[in-house]
Nanobody
């Protein structure tokens, strides 16, 4: 069982920045395939970015060039640095860990981009 706890969400003006963190329980974090998703009311959860155990990275086109995913295996933590935020980035952001055939989710953190 893996527990994930997100933090770092909040209210920011357009063009601003936020950094989300996701702390994972357990001692075998290194190989975990980690990802950030986001969801707005009435829409399906959308993949934002992924980072594998070997630090291969994928970004959705909508965030490429603005968001950066990274991980610190010593701290069992994955980050999402979000720059140049737009109102359409407003969503609940969820951390996901893929461990073998199992997927684990955090509770989500709200990001609101508004003036």
């Amino acid at each position: 069982q893996v527990q994930l706890v997100e933090s770092g969400g909040g209210l920011v003006q357009p063009g601003g920045s936020l950094r989300l963190s996701c702390a994972a329980s357990g001692s075998a974090f290194g190989p975990y395939h980690m990802a950030w998703y986001r969801q707005t009311p009435g829409k399906q959860r959308e993949l934002v970015a992924t980072i594998t155990g070997s630090s291969s990275i994928y970004y959705a086109d909508s965030v490429k060039g603005r968001f950066t995913i990274s991980r610190d295996n010593a701290k069992n933590t994955v980050y999402l640095q979000m720059n140049s935020l737009k109102p359409e980035d407003t969503a609940v952001y969820y951390c996901n860990a893929a461990v073998g055939l199992n997927h684990y989710w955090g509770q989500g953190t709200q990001v609101t981009v508004s003036s």
